[in-house]
């Protein structure tokens, strides 16, 4: 069965740090793989996905993730952090060849960026 | 355009009682999944309906557990005779379809405290 472990519960971090955000995934068939992020008082968004091609994905606000099969991660990663960042993010995973598109979570993890 | 609404809210019920859930998809969406959220835990797959058919229900935690969905709209999810561990946040997702590599879009979710 599929799983996601998110390594860290809470990020603290200071404003215009760097950041990272790690995720591992366990599955014996090809994924897909999602960054979700729920910003306080707000519903759940999609920050980024990776589905085929480049292994590293972008996002509209600065953040990136990397595909490495090998090591099966796909840690988020942003060099300068904004209050703003300041929200929960959960990292999960699809079966590729899923005819259902259900998603499998990681427990999530609290990016806290201190002024 | 209209995006994923859920209703009510906010539920208190007491320990024994049965609750509706109600989630609205966006208008075209053919694939929608309920999801549960606990404290501090990652978001559980329960149940993916396409069209008005429910094709994986592997997620359902119990019998008390069920769901229904009429045609391509509206789903209810229904939790007979709660228990505390109930309580959590159930959210709902819909998407294009539940095969392919479609977006899914999340509702605010309906926040249940069982007293």
């Known amino acids: 069965a599929q799983s996601v472990t998110q390594l860290d519960s809470q990020v603290p971090v200071f404003e215009e740090a760097p950041v990272e955000l790690r995720c591992n995934y366990s599955s014996s068939v090809s994924v897909y793989l999602f960054w979700y992020v729920q910003y306080p008082n707000q519903g759940l968004q999609l920050l980024l996905k990776y589905l085929s091609g480049s292994t590293l994905v972008e996002s509209i606000n600065g953040f990136e993730a990397e595909f490495n099969k090998s090591q099966t991660s796909f840690h988020l990663r942003k060099p300068s952090v904004h209050i703003s960042d300041t929200a929960e993010y959960f990292c999960a995973v699809r079966n590729g060849s899923s005819n259902t598109g259900k998603l499998i979570f990681g427990q999530g993890t609290t990016l806290q960026v201190k002024p | 355009g209209a995006g994923v609404s859920q209703s009510p809210s906010n539920k208190v019920t007491e320990k024994g009682k049965d609750v509706e859930l109600r989630c609205d998809p966006i208008s075209g969406h053919t694939a929608l999944y309920w999801y549960r959220q606990r404290l501090g835990q990652g978001l559980e797959f329960l149940i993916y309906?396409?069209?008005?058919?429910?094709?994986?229900k592997s997620g359902l935690p119990s019998d008390r557990f069920s769901a229904e969905r009429t045609g391509e709209s509206v789903s209810t999810l229904t939790i007979q005779r709660t228990q505390q561990e109930d309580s959590a946040v159930y959210l709902c997702a819909s998407s294009f379809s539940g095969v392919g590599s479609y977006e899914q879009y999340f509702g605010p979710g309906t926040r249940l405290t069982v007293t």
């Open positions: 309906f396409q069209g008005n058919s429910a094709p994986d």
